[in-house]
């Protein structure tokens, strides 16, 4: 929610333990397309195309941040292709280049339902070349900027077949984890909101919270543990995070169940855990992450 850097310490200082600005694309882009609400479903439809103000100017704000010191924290930086671009790749590895000294990580979304074709980034022989790209730049740039973890952000919307190239893919060319995932074009049979989900747009919230934990779990059973996954999609409530947790995440994101919820959300998510790992006598929540994943992705599919 963050696209211009604008935010950053303010999200930090709620008590997060990472923030994410973007999605940032090399040159301005801006569109008027409101997001708006299904209320009854507690979700949201969007169609933002990477509306942000260009690299420049996240990339000032980020440098200012980081010259002024004070609040500290890990803030990723998610990456994207301008809509015209004629190289989407190039755009990608730029980006790399351009944020490098103010990147806790970068998230290279290829899985936004809006910008046309850039979903297709996620085929196999067009998703192992730009890896191939970014992970030189990534090596690139260690050198000036220290070691910078790359993560991919896929759509929940991909095929089992298509998840094993994908995780495949990210395997072999060494990414850092993955993020499952972006919002869904698909409709969920449950939505109460029949008119308004007939809209087109990326889909957001609890309507999105079985297909994503779902896709969460046969990642995590796909990446047998070579890489960390972050589970985003639904997340509204303690139990939500946990059953995110179970189902493969070591670190969670959020949007949307704020929008429904309020800031309070997040204490709420935290004491929830603590609870957990109380009742379970563990020391932390590391060991269990995953633990239901196989389970899960012999349950029938999510509708
Ligand atoms: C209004 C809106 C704008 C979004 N913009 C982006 C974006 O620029 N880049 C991105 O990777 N995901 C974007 N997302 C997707 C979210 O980051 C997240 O993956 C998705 O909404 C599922 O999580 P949630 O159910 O907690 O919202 C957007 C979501 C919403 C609702």
Redesign the pocket.
Known sequence: ?D?NAELTNAFLRLGFGFV?I??VTPRRQIDNLR?FRLEADE??I?R?G???EGAPAALARLAARARGGGVTGITGV?I?ANRDSTDRAEDYVRLIETFAPVAGYF?V?V??P?TPGLRDLQQANALDDLLARIVDARERVRARSGPTPVLL?IAPDLTLSELDDVVGIARKRGIDGI?V???TVTRPASLREREKAKEQG?L???P??KL?TRMLAETFVRAEGAFPLIG?????SGPAAIAKIKAGATLL???????FRGIGLLSEIKSDLVAALKRGHRSSLASMVGVDAAEMTAESWPS
């Open positions: 929610m696209r994410e973007g999605t997001p979700g949201v969007n933002l990477f509306n942000n998610n994207g998230t979304n899985s936004s809006n952000k993020i995932g972006n919002t990326g957001s919230g609890r999105l919270f994503a985003v999609g639904g997340i509204d994101q959020l949007y949307t169940g704020l929008v």
